[in-house]
């Protein structure tokens, strides 16, 4: 038996490349909006939400998840990329169906130029995924104080200082100068949580690293316990300086 979705709607997040995206929701307070396609976006398909707080969003790993095929067994970064579990004891986006799943905090219905759009913040999500569906989070059921969760027990603790420099914050202040995308506070609780790959600490050599976020390119390296960021640099820049 098979079946077939179609998506209502599209991921818009500050989110243009895999690496950095934070690996739960919640970690990073990420602003996001849901664009709803025809004939999805209805104001009145979404009456009565305003009196939650919270949706969960059913999602499509998308890219290269697709295709890629999926394996009974993954390394999770949270173990350090060294310990192996069932794909089911994981979140790996490399699975038999590739749909993931995240609690956001949701703002309501926005309208701009992409169209009727939900807006949420919290998202891990890629931006361009496709969503699914959109349903209310109800505490009373889904909030379950009692549940153990085996490796993932506690939200992991921030694994490094970070610190702007001041060819960093001058970017950051060019590229967001009214601080309406929160790129500063993004940049340092996306890295703060270390991005990296867990089997970077095999590689203790390497210490310069690249994220993006939005349109820019967000250079940091590692000093001891500390992220320094280098520079916030639009992406057509970063390719022009890299190619010189």
């Given at each position: ?40 976006a209805?104001?009145e ?18 890219d ?6 999926w ?28 749909i993931?799943l ?67 914050a ?59 960021v ?14 010189q």
């Amino acid at each position: 038996m098979a079946f077939s979705f179609e998506p209502i709607g599209i991921a818009r997040t500050p989110f243009t490349d895999k690496f950095g995206i934070p690996r739960q929701p919640g970690l990073v307070a990420a602003p996001g909006r849901i664009v709803l396609h025809p004939p999805y976006a209805r104001r009145e398909a979404f009456a009565a939400l305003e009196g939650f707080s919270h949706v969960w969003l059913l999602w499509v790993f998308h890219d290269d998840c697709l295709a890629a095929g999926w394996k009974p067994t993954v390394r999770p970064p949270r173990l350090g990329g060294r310990r192996t579990v069932g794909v089911f004891a994981s979140r790996a986006p490399y699975r038999p169906n590739p749909i993931g799943l995240s609690a956001v905090a949701q703002h309501g219905l926005v309208d701009d130029a992409d169209g009727l759009a939900l807006a949420v913040s919290g998202v891990d999500l890629l931006d361009g995924t496709p969503v699914l569906d959109i349903k209310p989070y109800v505490a009373y059921a889904d909030a379950l104080p009692q549940a153990t969760c085996g490796f993932a027990q506690a939200e992991p603790a921030r694994a490094f200082a970070v610190r702007l420099s001041a060819e960093a914050a001058q970017d950051i202040a060019a590229r967001d100068p009214d601080g309406r995308l929160a790129l500063a506070r993004l940049i340092e609780q996306m890295i703060a949580q270390d991005p990296r790959p867990g089997y970077m600490d095999r590689y203790p050599e390497r210490k310069a690293f690249t994220i993006r976020l939005y349109d820019c390119d967000i250079r940091w390296r590692l000093d001891g316990d500390t992220a320094v960021v280098q520079r916030c640099i639009p992406v057509r820049n970063a390719h022009q300086e890299t190619h010189q």
